[in-house]
């Protein structure tokens, strides 16, 4: 019944995509299925395993995981990997314009790992802007880049992109909010770094120690720690509770 709803569907041009949800393993036949039917890997499948992981995601962050991206690079001559247990890392040169759809398409979510968000109007990102609007050439070489971390990520070479899981970046906020509001065409590239791991000691470490061009205060980095996190989710529910009961009165008093 599947393959046949999926061959109508496909006649008429519309996309499928395939949700299972169990609390056990995810069956070999599924996934069997899932290939032979074409699907793309990071369709929604939640078995134990991820169900665990997203409730310990869900216990250090305020959101859902973001969805598979696909972030392209140029040109293909030029990636170095690096593995260590653990972790894998990618250095690509990537277009500027891709850097912009990426925020356009997940905006200030991408960086909920990150320490703060955009600075504003300061001199590095005016000089940021100087040198896009002026000398997009050189703004690999001026540009320190920008540092992304993901669950998951695959490297396709021959199609000149890399499919990332849940994309954050860690470093380059002002670069990557300077690229996205830059008014007029974007042009030229910048180096990026992706990083795969599911450490979340060393997705803290790492956020620490790449942050600082910008001085980074203690009180920055306490963000995302989890005690800050509960009372953030405690104080929101709070907040609602009081909330629902004085615009049930303001309406009924309107009435």
Same mark, same amino acid.
């Given at each position: 019944?599947l393959r046949?709803?999926?061959?109508?569907?496909?006649a008429? #041009?519309?996309?499928l995509?395939l949700? !299972?949800? &169990?609390?056990?393993?995810?069956p070999?036949? *599924? *996934?069997s299925?899932?290939e032979?039917?074409?699907?793309?890997?990071?369709?929604?499948?939640?078995?134990?395993e991820?169900i *665990? &992981?997203?409730?310990?995601?869900?216990?250090?962050?305020?959101?859902?995981p *973001?969805?598979?991206?696909?972030?392209?690079f140029?040109?293909?001559?030029y990636?170095?990997?690096?593995?260590?247990?653990?972790?894998?890392?990618?250095?690509?040169t990537?277009?500027?314009?891709?850097?912009?759809d990426?925020?356009? #398409?997940?905006?200030?979510?991408?960086?909920? #790992?990150?320490?703060?968000?955009?600075?504003?109007p300061?001199?590095?990102?005016?000089?940021?802007?100087?040198?896009?609007?002026?000398y997009p050439?050189?703004?690999?070489?001026f540009?320190?880049?920008?540092?992304m971390?993901?669950?998951?990520?695959?490297?396709?070479?021959?199609e000149?992109?890399?499919?990332?899981?849940?994309?954050?970046?860690?470093?380059?906020?002002?670069t990557?909010?300077?690229?996205?509001?830059f008014?007029?065409?974007v042009?030229g590239?910048?180096l990026?770094?992706?990083?795969?791991?599911?450490?979340?000691?060393f997705?803290?470490?790492?956020?620490?120690?790449?942050?600082?061009f910008n001085?980074? #205060?203690?009180?920055?980095?306490? &963000?995302?720690?989890?005690?800050?996190?509960?009372?953030?989710?405690?104080?929101?529910?709070e907040?609602?509770?009081h909330?629902?009961? !004085?615009?049930?009165?303001?309406? &009924?008093s309107?009435?």
């Amino acid at each position: 019944l599947l393959r046949k709803a999926y061959d109508c569907l496909k006649a008429k #041009k519309y996309d499928l995509s395939l949700t !299972f949800i &169990s609390t056990k393993r995810v069956p070999p036949d *599924l *996934l069997s299925l899932q290939e032979q039917l074409g699907l793309e890997r990071n369709d929604s499948i939640y078995d134990r395993e991820r169900i *665990l &992981s997203l409730y310990r995601d869900y216990l250090k962050d305020f959101n859902p995981p *973001l969805p598979a991206y696909k972030l392209r690079f140029t040109p293909t001559d030029y990636h170095i990997v690096k593995r260590y247990p653990g972790q894998t890392a990618y250095a690509l040169t990537v277009p500027c314009t891709e850097i912009r759809d990426l925020w356009l #398409k997940f905006g200030d979510d991408l960086f909920r #790992k990150n320490v703060r968000n955009f600075l504003g109007p300061n001199r590095a990102n005016n000089g940021m802007k100087t040198t896009l609007g002026d000398y997009p050439h050189n703004f690999w070489y001026f540009n320190n880049g920008i540092t992304m971390l993901c669950d998951k990520a695959e490297l396709r070479v021959d199609e000149n992109y890399i499919d990332m899981e849940n994309p954050q970046i860690v470093n380059g906020c002002q670069t990557t909010k300077t690229i996205g509001r830059f008014k007029g065409d974007v042009q030229g590239d910048l180096l990026v770094r992706i990083i795969e791991s599911k450490d979340n000691e060393f997705a803290a470490r790492l956020t620490l120690f790449q942050n600082t061009f910008n001085p980074v #205060k203690n009180r920055d980095l306490k &963000s995302n720690d989890i005690v800050q996190i509960r009372l953030r989710r405690e104080l929101e529910l709070e907040c609602l509770v009081h909330l629902v009961p !004085f615009l049930s009165a303001i309406c &009924s008093s309107n009435n």
